[in-house]
């Protein structure tokens, strides 16, 4: 039941904000600023099949399988082993602490120094940026949550995909040449409203799909 509820939820959400979406591109009258949700949903459409966008979204797939999944499975696993190992939470659980709390995403400039401008920087920036929230997640959900190495687990994994997808996001936007995010800054310096919103629904929808999906595994299996 409490699974249904997030699902719900969700797509209750996804409601409010197109009627809201709806309602400003009617107040606003400006498809420049603001194009209404019809033509951008079909935009999206014709971008999801097409061979331009596929070329963004292959770099954007590299980096998660490179850099985002093995930094979520790594940090599940040190998570897990802090979380129940009082002699390794003092060894690791420092590091968790102060790098799990920092805006990691603050090293970028140094990232750069060290491993120059390319597609590794990406990878290896969005590895960093989300290894250690997820250790540290984990390693404090097993102690409120009486060792149940399980929801740890997800509960690592769903914030392993929010960070991770907001720190890939930033990166792409920061320093790639290809990536749905660069797509998305690519076409707002081309002022092309509509493909700036389309991107940004093809970022978004995915991401908010598989963290609610978690979400409500999660809460059934605690319930």
């Known amino acids: ?28 009258q400006d498809p420049s600023k603001l194009p209404a949700p019809v033509p951008v949903f079909d935009r999206a459409i014709q971008l999801a099949t097409s061979d331009d966008y596929r070329a963004h979204l292959d770099a954007t797939t590299l980096v998660l399988l490179g850099g985002l999944l093995p930094a979520i499975a790594g940090g599940i696993l040190l998570g897990v082993l802090a979380g129940i190992s009082g ?19 603050a090293m970028m400039s140094m990232l750069l120094l060290w491993v120059g401008l390319g597609p590794n920087l990406t990878l290896i920036a969005v590895g960093f940026v989300t290894l250690f929230p997820v250790a540290n997640v ?3 959900s097993l102690a409120s949550r009486q060792g149940s190495v ?23 936007m920061l320093t790639a040449r290809f990536g749905a995010a660069t797509f998305i800054m690519n076409a707002g310096s081309q002022f092309q409203t509509t493909d700036v919103v389309a991107g940004i629904m093809l970022v978004f929808v995915p991401v908010i799909v598989v963290a609610a999906i978690l979400q409500a595994i999660e809460e059934q299996l605690a319930a």
Not at 4 to 12: A, D, E, G, K, R
Not at 160 to 168: D, E, K, N, R, S
């Open 1 to 28: 039941m409490r699974a249904f509820n997030v699902i719900l939820q969700t797509i209750v959400g996804f409601a409010i904000i197109a009627l809201a979406w709806w309602a400003a591109a009617a107040l606003l």
């Open 138 to 140: 984990v390693m404090l």
């Open 87 to 105: 002699v390794l939470r003092w060894l690791l659980g420092p590091l968790f602490v102060t790098l799990g709390t920092a805006p990691l995403i």
């Open 150 to 172: 399980l929801l740890a687990a997800l509960r690592g994994l769903r914030w392993g995909v929010v960070l991770g997808a907001t720190a890939l996001v930033i990166c792409e």
